[in-house]
């Protein structure tokens, strides 16, 4: 006992750390301040926890390193991508905020809401960063802990705790597959770094070929749960119609930029070797979850329930980048999700402002004559669905360009084919709401009060989707440079 | 060779345990299966000596996780009858996946893996090793990124549960400790003339 040694030295790059420090030791501090806070002015927590996911997103640019740093004794990654992803995350858990402010202020212990989201927000920063599937592991426990206990903050309504509880044990059960695959991954290589398990895969041979396609295939499932990929989606619509509209928001983004970083760096590094065989499970998957995602919701008369329909049809779409597997196709998935960030966020805003006296605003009839009413509000929706409908020169057009010429030049013309046929799918169902919104005549009253916050998200957001649409170069070009500074 | 038998002991009883805990028909019956279980498995991992580990699954798990649960199902009225229903009309399904399953972990297993390299010449650790040291300093100097973000891990758990069920009820009375002691004799008492 008297010769206790430590053979490791003071952990490298800890500056690289410094965004995910900040922004723990913000939400520990925030968690102690709101106490003195008094309930009446909460909004003080929010605008805090706000300034704080903002200040996040600098932090990441100021660390932004020219060559990719690892640290922590390999445990952590800090290149242009993750950086990209973590400034998309920040900026993706602000504005979930922003929208918030309005929405929860009559709620019990609206605090601690916005410590939560600092915490999953930290959680999917770590994920971005992680090069070890321990790290990648526990930041997604981070992320998903903090999510089942938003989903079901109204703790008043029975739709919040059901869809809390499903959310729950659904996301349980695919943690413990995620974590059975990795057991596989150490059996046969003996590590959880991604870049040795990859060596190791490749050097392994075919002896332990099934041990390594089991471990394959229950990573793969355990992440598909997390990115609601069919048929693991089945939580997907429950917990977005339960959830808090902003919850909603944030789940329908953050989560799924998080969950598809980690899935690039796990094939790409940890499983080079296996690029055939994941080629084939992703491209079943994306094949049924296109059609299950835009078919399904043909049949949904609930906005929110439609909106998660719409997003598994989405995921579907930039799992074409995962299966093109180049740097084209990832840097295509960044595209996708930064312009999907913003058309989802701007949807959102305005689902929210229709909630109203006694209205929900949730129901498709709900929109009916908005046109006529508020002409501002209708054209922003009408933009925010075109855009997700794909329409050109909207930012949705080149969400689905980048990704699909990616998958063409890797050769997977048919499967981009019918990517096609199932967005034209989906464009039915959005501008079928178009239709509510400018061709029928309004049912109910829109005597909505919205804050000028709400207004300002949403006209920043119809900004930024149609100013994407006009000129999405610097955008490609930025995810461009970050995937090839990718470790 | 007794190694093997103990082996197949512990893990014989640990799979039967695991069986108990889903076949039992009293839900309390389950959790002292549950229990059984977790001794198993500390059992092998006394084997594999790995023995810190051994006696954190029985203090953490039997002890104080298991208590848990059995406080939990003694509050909750769980009727396992209602629970069953439609097991049968599931179990095709169910089944087909599990037997599935059975083959290709069987399949993983059998394939060469867990034979070869350095799991079949694994030896047993000299004594003088002591696994609590060599815990303790792999995790706080190797690990120390993955040991910080589990604790937050464990805050987020704590808030997040008193945040689902705190509740200040409205029509309940508080005592305002401050008023009271603060309170002076011109608030309580007026001079009345009579």
Redesign the interface.
Known sequence: MANVTFPFPFPEHLSSLMPEMFVAVIAMALLLLDLFIPREKKCITAYIAIATASVAALLCVSVNPAEPLVGFYGFFVLDQFAVFAKVLICLATALAMVLSVQYMKDLENVGEYYVLMLFAMLGMMLMSSANNFIVMYLGLELMALCIYVLVGYQRDILRSNEAALKYFILGALSSCMLLYGVTFLYGVTGSFDFVTIGKGLADAGSSSHTAVMLGLVFIIAGLAFKVSMAPFHMWTPDAYEGAPTPVTAFMSVAPKVAGFVIFIRILDQAMPALQHEYTMILSAIAVLTMAVGNLAAIAQRNIKRMLAYSTVGHVGFVMLGLIAANDDGYAGILVYMSIYLFMTMGAFAIIIIMQREGIQGELLDDFSGLSKARPGYALAMGLMLFSLAGIPFLGGFWAKYAVFIAAVEAGHVYLVLYALLFSAVGAFYYIRLVKYIYFDDARVQFNFSESRLMQLTVVLMAIAVVALGVYPDPLMDLCKSAVAAMI | MLETVFFDLFAGLSVIAGMGVVLARNTMHSVMFLIFCFFNAAGLFFMLDAEFLGVIMILIYVGAVMVLFTFVVMMLEINTARLREGFLQYLPVGGLIAIVLMI??I???S????T?G??ATAEHLPQQV?NT?EIG?ILY??????FE??A??L???L??A???T???RKDAKYQKIAAQVNVRKEDRMRKVRM
């Open positions: 290709e972990f399949g993983a297993a394939s060469g893996v867990f070869s350095a799991m002591n040291v300093q100097t190797k690990y120390l990124l993955g973000i589990a937050i891990v805050l987020v758990a808030v997040g008193v945040v689902l705190l509740r200040t």
